[in-house]
């Protein structure tokens, strides 16, 4: 077995004394010798770079690190843009992510780059393919019968089923129509900063549907108490509140029964 480490150590010596050579060259003022002799030195250490990006974007491949995978298949482009290979790998990883319109937008791009007639009809056939994928790719969620969208929207947390209507306008009006998951709503201040703008940002548009809203205390008092103001529960029938501290508008007192639970210290 190939001791990799004394080989690659015997590389670089190798390396060092041809650059040393090109160096004494450069000395005795042989500019075209310098000039023949670093292209060919670049030309092969950009097909060795190659070679082994190839083969650690392969390795990547076989241990599904996609991440490192997709940086490979960015420096292949980098390395070389005259071959396919890099648009191939990357248009093969959007297209497994579900993002053939990237992959198409990636191959085109090589087509434009390469020079080989026959490898640009390659890449037309890769087009073609994907665009075959695009075509046929299922939107389960609009094509769901009723029943069955209200069953898989029943496991949705509150903040999946808020993002799942800002993903087109077929979604927000499928889901807006099962009122399953905003029959109740829980929320809590332990939510992310993220979570909350959603929340706050969407929450108006879904609350007509809401029977029972829960609050409960994270830390400190309730930063949801604020919506009960929005006059958008129109359904509502019963609120719960878990809270050592609770400051409610007076406008919003009398409008629903409130009944928290007693604090025990």
Same mark, same amino acid.
């Given at each position: 077995?190939?001791?990799?480490? !004394?080989?690659?150590?015997?590389?670089?010596? %190798?390396? @060092?004394? $041809?650059?040393?050579?090109?160096?004494? +060259? #450069?000395?005795? /003022?042989?500019?075209?010798?310098?000039?023949?002799?670093?292209?060919?030195?670049?030309?092969?250490?950009?097909?060795?770079?190659?070679?082994?990006?190839? !083969?650690?974007?392969?390795?990547?491949?076989? %241990?599904? @690190?996609? $991440?490192?995978?997709?940086?490979?298949? +960015? #420096?292949?482009? /980098?390395?070389?843009?005259?071959?396919?290979?890099?648009?191939?790998?990357?248009?093969?990883?959007?297209?497994?992510?579900?993002?053939?319109?990237?992959?198409?937008?990636?191959?085109?791009?090589?087509?434009?780059?390469?020079?080989?007639?026959?490898?640009?009809?390659?890449?037309?056939?890769?087009?073609?393919?994907?665009?075959?994928?695009?075509?046929?790719?299922?939107?389960?969620?609009?094509?769901?019968?009723?029943?069955?969208?209200?069953?898989?929207?029943?496991?949705?947390?509150?903040?999946?089923?808020?993002?799942?209507?800002?993903?087109?306008?077929?979604?927000?009006?499928?889901?807006?129509?099962?009122?399953?998951?905003?029959?109740?709503?829980?929320?809590?201040?332990?939510?992310?900063?993220?979570?909350?703008?959603?929340?706050?940002?969407?929450?108006?548009?879904?609350?007509?549907?809401?029977?029972?809203?829960?609050?409960?205390?994270?830390?400190?008092?309730?930063?949801?108490?604020?919506?009960?103001?929005?006059?958008?529960?129109?359904?509502?029938?019963?609120?719960?509140?878990?809270?050592?501290?609770?400051?409610?508008?007076?406008?919003?007192?009398?409008?629903?029964?409130?009944?928290?639970?007693?604090?025990?210290?």
């Amino acid at each position: 077995m190939t001791n990799m480490p !004394l080989l690659h150590e015997s590389a670089m010596a %190798t390396l @060092n004394l $041809a650059t040393d050579e090109i160096r004494k +060259s #450069l000395q005795l /003022q042989q500019y075209h010798k310098v000039i023949a002799e670093t292209s060919t030195m670049v030309n092969d250490l950009l097909d060795l770079t190659t070679k082994i990006v190839e !083969l650690r974007a392969l390795a990547s491949e076989k %241990t599904n @690190n996609i $991440a490192r995978e997709h940086e490979d298949a +960015s #420096l292949l482009i /980098q390395l070389n843009p005259n071959s396919p290979n890099g648009y191939l790998r990357a248009a093969k990883l959007y297209s497994i992510q579900g993002k053939q319109s990237k992959a198409i937008q990636v191959l085109f791009a090589g087509i434009a780059w390469c020079p080989d007639q026959s490898q640009r009809a390659f890449l037309r056939q890769q087009i073609d393919k994907t665009k075959c994928h695009l075509e046929r790719r299922i939107d389960f969620i609009t094509q769901a019968p009723y029943d069955i969208l209200c069953n898989i929207l029943s496991h949705f947390t509150i903040t999946t089923a808020l993002t799942s209507i800002k993903v087109s306008q077929q979604w927000r009006d499928k889901v807006l129509h099962c009122p399953v998951p905003w029959h109740t709503i829980e929320l809590s201040t332990t939510e992310s900063t993220s979570s909350s703008r959603l929340l706050d940002r969407l929450l108006p548009i879904v609350s007509k549907y809401t029977k029972k809203l829960c609050l409960f205390k994270g830390s400190g008092s309730i930063s949801h108490a604020r919506l009960l103001v929005l006059p958008t529960f129109s359904r509502l029938q019963s609120l719960y509140i878990s809270a050592e501290r609770l400051i409610l508008p007076v406008t919003c007192i009398p409008r629903y029964p409130i009944f928290p639970r007693p604090y025990k210290s």
